[in-house]
């Protein structure tokens, strides 16, 4: 009798994905799930927070993926190991902060470690040839396989005609025939196989969740570092970077200031861990102050929170200020005027 080969698919929790997991699971491979959690892709979680983003799915997607798909799901917190690869990319950054090709290589490394330990045959990823510019090229793949060990033991179902036979098409654990040749930017291929699958519902078609190739993520990013003594960051930091308006009036100091009531509700969470401010003679928006405050800055910190507040066009608005060892300061102070916040204090 021959022997079930077992394979192991990164699941982001986009289309691409889920339908070359489902490709293998249809030759009669056991296919079990890994995710790779960096902390940078947090999509549900923003769209929980948000009024705007209400109608999105808040779900964890590549959780979401394994159960459409019936499979077991292995989530792998790599918070601190990814450090580096931020930090330090051997490939360098794509538009934004995104270490596209080195990452692909860290988490494919992963899984070719996980694999071994559990005796998988092989592993699956839903990359798809000229799909994206820094790590999904025709003269990048191969890099990935090599950097990440896992060589020829490496199988893209979506793109496996465009590339050399792998190890499992060639010893027959898999038929190449039934693989795909999508190439390039067109979603139609993928659109077209999720309808012959019965998936209707599936996160964005473009797949990707990750903070780092958003731009505006990407400044607050920067913008951190270049203010702080070094570049090393915590998971807190991460999810702070996505709420709120930043603004940086100051070197030593920048406002975290929520957006709207769900985003208040979020960075109550961290009312013990930053000085913060709330008007108390009018409705208005929780405001976190990330780095240290004189006197002269706990003024201009009162004013720019009572711009955005109710109080806007008041004469005054009594702001409080609360520091880490809970002692609170109330100022009677005018708030500052649209025009009276430059552009460039916004990160």
């Known amino acids: 009798m021959s022997t079930q080969r077992k394979a192991i698919s990164l699941i982001s929790g986009g289309l691409d994905s889920m339908l070359s997991t489902r490709v293998i699971m249809d030759q009669g491979i056991h296919v079990e799930g890994i995710n790779i959690f960096t902390g940078f892709c947090v999509e549900g979680h923003t769209h929980a927070i948000r009024k705007k983003d209400r109608q999105k799915p808040k779900r964890n997607n590549a959780l979401w993926v394994a159960e459409q798909l019936g499979i077991k799901l292995h989530i792998i917190e790599v918070i601190e190991e990814y ?11 794509g538009q934004n902060m995104n270490p596209c090709l080195d990452c692909k290589g860290f988490m494919v490394r992963k899984a070719y470690e996980w694999m071994q330990e559990h005796g998988f045959d092989f592993i699956i990823t839903g990359e798809v040839v000229g799909q994206r510019p820094m790590s999904q090229r025709r003269d990048t793949m191969p890099v990935i396989q090599r950097e990440s060990g896992a060589g020829d033991l490496l199988l893209r179902p979506l793109s496996a ?6 190890r499992p098409e060639r010893e027959g654990w898999v038929q190449r025939e039934a693989l795909y040749d999508f190439s390039g930017r067109t979603r139609k291929p993928q659109i077209e196989l999720a309808a012959k ?3 209707d519902d599936y996160s964005q078609p473009a797949g990707g969740c990750c903070f780092l190739t958003d731009k505006s993520y990407s400044d607050k990013l920067v913008d951190m570092w270049a203010h702080r003594s070094s570049r090393d960051y915590e998971l807190d930091d991460i999810m702070l970077l996505k709420v709120g308006r930043h603004l940086r009036p100051r070197p030593h100091f920048k406002l975290i200031v929520a957006r709207e009531e769900g985003e208040t509700r979020f960075l109550e969470g961290y009312r013990k861990q930053f000085v913060h401010l709330l008007s108390t003679s009018h409705s208005g928006p929780l405001v976190l102050v990330d780095g240290e ?24 608005v009594e702001m409080e200020i609360t520091d880490l060892d809970g002692r609170a300061q109330r100022l009677m102070v005018e708030p500052l005027r649209a025009d009276e916040i430059p552009q460039d204090w916004y990160v």
């Open 293 to 316: 405050l004189n006197e002269d800055d706990r003024l201009l910190a009162a004013q720019i929170s009572a711009r955005f507040g109710q109080g806007r066009d008041a004469a005054e």
């Open 161 to 166: 005609l465009n590339l050399p036979e792998t």
């Open 83 to 93: 450090k580096q690869v931020l930090l330090n990319p051997g490939h360098g950054y």
């Open 197 to 199: 699958f019965g998936f």
